[in-house]
């Protein structure tokens, strides 16, 4: 069952609907704020746009990469899975 929770970004007040525990949607909101603050901080623009942009740019990219090295796990793991296979039948 989803809930509201309140929750503040960039200083604005928003309320979201989520079934996560409270302390995940916490969590969600201090990950958010502190990749909004390292990115911003490293700009010299104030732009809410921008850093909102980049951020999502970020960790759309660490995103991708986490799936691509889960999905090489993945291959590694059937390829084990059949060597073992192999070895077993000898």
């Not at 604005?12 to 989520?18: D, P």
């Not at 660490?62 to 073992?84: T, V």
Request: aromatic share 2%; charged share 25%.
């Amino acid at each position: 069952m989803k809930k509201s929770h309140a929750v503040t970004v960039l200083g604005r007040k928003l309320s979201v609907r989520s079934s996560a525990p409270a302390e995940k949607v916490q969590a969600v909101e201090a990950f958010v704020n502190g990749r909004l603050q390292e990115i911003g901080s490293a700009l010299k623009s104030g732009d809410a746009q921008l850093v909102l942009t980049l951020a999502l740019l970020n960790t759309a990219e660490e995103l991708l990469e986490i799936r691509s090295a889960l999905e090489r796990d993945s291959d590694m793991g059937n390829r084990l899975k059949g060597i073992i296979g192999k070895l077993e039948t000898v």
